[in-house]
């Protein structure tokens, strides 16, 4: 199947990098404000509607994980790379993490007051992309927030595009095609961020984060 192909494929890598990536990001929101700013606001919505539990899905090496925990979320991580949890259990032993693949996720339906899913539906192979969706919106309680990260294509013609990302074969998404994907999933947008590139950023491409909310 594509599907297992590529998240074999995605795990793999990043099972080989691990170490080097969580080195790399480990201090990656200290010059990031915009990306603080924008985890507080889902914090706050998020705690604003329930003190469940949030997932991070694609959580890596677990430093957003526990940044959403310094942030008063009962937050977790979730990631299909074995050794990028192994890291993330030994910097942050007091929080949860599991292994987990976000096609196919071992939580209850409705269990989550919300779910972040940052820059990890970017290796998801387009045609694989609405089952992901409706896993986030089936493990989401009524009225449970997504926020969702992920590059943009440079061309609005442009649904999805591929690029060359370091790890893995990676997707840009349009914004408004991917707001619209949420929505025929049940989640419905209820703001973006948009963060245009630095001029020192290696790739030129816009940062987009969607918040949405299950119906």
Not at 41 to 65: K, M, N, W
Not at 162 to 187: E, I, N
Request: proline fraction near 6%.
């Amino acid at each position: 199947m594509v599907e297992d192909d590529a998240l074999g494929v995605t795990r793999g890598a990043y099972d080989a990098i691990a170490s080097t990536y969580a080195e790399l990001f480990r201090d990656t929101l200290r010059d990031r404000p915009l990306d603080r700013a924008i985890l507080g606001a889902f914090a706050e919505v998020v705690s604003a509607s329930g003190d469940g539990q949030v997932a991070d899905l694609g959580c890596g090496p677990g430093h957003i994980t526990a940044y959403l925990d310094e942030l008063g979320l009962a937050a977790f991580g979730v990631d299909a790379s074995p050794a990028m949890i192994k890291l993330a259990r030994q910097a942050y032993p007091g929080l949860r993490f599991d292994v987990g693949s976000m096609a196919a996720l071992n939580i209850a339906d409705g269990a989550l007051s919300g779910a972040l899913s940052r820059f990890s539906i970017i290796h998801t192979p387009p045609q694989e992309l609405p089952a992901i969706l409706a896993e986030f919106h089936r493990v989401l309680a009524p009225g449970a927030h997504l926020l969702v990260g992920f590059s943009a294509t440079g061309d609005t013609s442009h649904l999805t595009q591929v690029f060359d990302h370091t790890v893995a074969p990676a997707y840009r998404w349009s914004p408004d095609h991917l707001a619209a994907m949420l929505r025929k999933s049940g989640l419905a947008e209820v703001a973006r961020m948009i963060r245009e590139p630095e001029p020192t950023d290696r790739r030129q491409f816009q940062e987009i984060h969607l918040l949405a909310r299950r119906a």
